[in-house]
């Protein structure tokens, strides 16, 4: 049976590490939005701009939901790290699972704000490749955090919260 679950968190939640090990559990492909956005556009920046980054984002996740339809097609799972930062990106993909007769899961990975800031910390000094794509500075991460739209209860029907 196809299983869609998107995680979503603010930055340093745990999104990618939870990403990982639920792939490994339930046997899914996964997506996760940094290493494309580091890949693709990372030398193309030139300052913070969310709306530059989110038209990249948008761009990315398109592609990879291309891809994804086509595993869900299968019966496959897919677990989608793209950050779902607004609720209107998560209604995109709620929308789109249903197209397809598909109930998507939403994991919401919360943490408090200094748990999170020393996760950050950490990565960005042991750059571990399975979860570091970039270096997440203090800017940056001042600069998402009154961005991300906590999840309402609706939008986890089907899903569940995670204390990370």
Same mark, same amino acid.
């Given at each position: 049976?196809?299983?869609?679950?998107?995680?979503? +968190?603010?930055?340093?939640?745990?999104?990618?590490?939870?990403? %990982?090990?639920?792939?490994?559990?339930?046997?899914?492909?996964?997506? /996760?939005?940094?290493?494309?956005?580091? *890949?693709?556009?990372?030398?193309?920046?030139? /300052?913070?701009?969310?709306?530059?980054?989110?038209?990249?984002?948008?761009?990315? /996740?398109?592609?990879?939901?291309?891809?994804?339809?086509?595993? %869900?097609?299968?019966? +496959? /799972?897919?677990?989608?790290?793209?950050?779902?930062? *607004?609720?209107?990106?998560?209604?995109?993909?709620?929308?789109?699972?249903?197209?397809?007769?598909?109930?998507?899961?939403?994991?919401?990975?919360?943490?408090?704000?200094?748990?999170?800031?020393?996760?950050?910390?950490?990565?960005?000094?042991?750059?571990?490749?399975?979860?570091?794509?970039?270096?997440?500075?203090?800017?940056?991460?001042?600069?998402?955090?009154?961005?991300?739209?906590?999840?309402?209860?609706?939008?986890?029907?089907? +899903?569940?919260?995670?204390?990370?």
């Amino acid at each position: 049976m196809a299983r869609l679950v998107l995680v979503c +968190g603010p930055t340093g939640a745990g999104k990618t590490t939870h990403t %990982l090990s639920l792939c490994k559990e339930v046997r899914a492909i996964r997506f /996760s939005i940094d290493p494309w956005m580091q *890949t693709l556009f990372a030398n193309d920046m030139e /300052s913070l701009d969310f709306d530059w980054m989110m038209e990249r984002v948008n761009r990315c /996740s398109d592609q990879m939901w291309e891809v994804s339809e086509q595993v %869900l097609a299968l019966d +496959g /799972s897919v677990v989608l790290d793209l950050g779902f930062t *607004t609720k209107a990106q998560r209604a995109v993909f709620f929308d789109k699972a249903k197209e397809l007769g598909i109930n998507a899961e939403l994991h919401y990975l919360d943490a408090p704000k200094n748990t999170r800031q020393a996760r950050v910390a950490k990565r960005n000094t042991e750059k571990d490749p399975s979860v570091y794509a970039f270096e997440v500075t203090d800017m940056m991460f001042d600069f998402m955090e009154p961005r991300f739209e906590v999840p309402e209860a609706a939008e986890l029907i089907h +899903g569940l919260r995670v204390n990370a």
